[in-house]
């Protein structure tokens, strides 16, 4: 069975800081990645996802993530954040060869940018 | 069209009520799931549809009982609810051919209170 580590509940930072999310998961076959993005009184989005390949993946937005094997890590990036990134993100894992209802969510960092 | 629709946006209701909540996609997706989601916490899944074929049932109580009419709709009705019912439901869909690498696409949410 798979599971998803969130190792931080909350991150404050301020405007124009780099911030990083960190993620970890833990499984006994190959998985696929994910960070979702959810804003306040709204569902989920796909914010990026590692399926195979390069391991680092870029969203639209200027959020990236590196998927690191050895360390079991899917940690979240960006260089300078905004007041709009503010939002609660969830790291996600499914495994390879998993059905439909198999994406474990990690507990969410609820980030907050502050001016 | 990339949107999952939900109605309504907002329920409450009664422990001796009937209610249905409802979610639509026009993206052409055979699976469509149902999520509950309590105050900062992640979601949880409830029920999976895969091609108008429920795959997938959590362990739900009887008092929630979903409905596929068709690939593009999905309903949940809600009977005889408790109080710790209360939460946001997300609906989601995916395409439904590429298991677990697949991304899920949610709606907006319906947040329900059960007095």
């Known amino acids: 069975a798979q599971s998803v580590t969130q190792l931080d509940s909350q991150v404050p930072v301020f405007e124009e800081a780099p911030v990083e999310l960190r993620c970890n998961y833990s499984?006994?076959?190959?998985?696929?990645l994910f960070w979702y993005v959810q804003y306040p009184n709204q569902g989920l989005q796909l914010l990026l996802k590692?399926?195979?390949?390069?391991?680092l993946v870029e969203s639209i937005n200027g959020f990236e993530a590196e998927f690191n094997k050895s360390q079991t890590s899917f940690h979240l990036r960006k260089p300078s954040v905004h007041i709009s990134d503010t939002a609660e993100y969830f790291c996600?894992?499914?495994?390879?060869?998993?059905?439909?209802?198999?994406?474990?969510f990690g507990k969410g960092t609820k980030l907050s940018v502050k001016p | 069209d990339t949107e999952v629709t939900q109605t309504p946006k907002h329920l409450v209701m009664g422990m001796t009520n009937k209610k249905s909540l409802k979610c639509e996609q026009h993206m052409g997706h055979r699976a469509m799931y149902w999520y509950k989601q309590k105050a900062k916490k992640p979601p949880e899944l409830m029920f999976v549809?895969?091609?108008?074929?429920?795959?997938i049932n959590e362990s739900v109580p009887s008092r929630f009982s979903p409905e596929c009419p068709n690939s593009s709709l999905l309903n949940l009705h809600l009977h005889a609810l408790q109080p710790e019912d209360s939460a946001l439901y997300l609906c989601?869909?995916?395409?439904?051919?590429?298991?677990?690498?697949?991304?899920?696409?949610f709606g907006p949410g319906t947040r329900l209170l059960v007095l």
């Open positions: 996600a894992v499914s495994n390879y060869g998993g059905s439909q209802g198999n994406l474990i």
């Open positions: 989601a869909s995916s395409p439904g051919g590429l298991a677990g690498q697949e991304t899920q696409y």
């Open positions: 499984s006994s076959v190959s998985v696929y």
């Open positions: 590692y399926l195979s390949g390069s391991t």
């Open positions: 549809y895969s091609y108008e074929k429920l795959s």
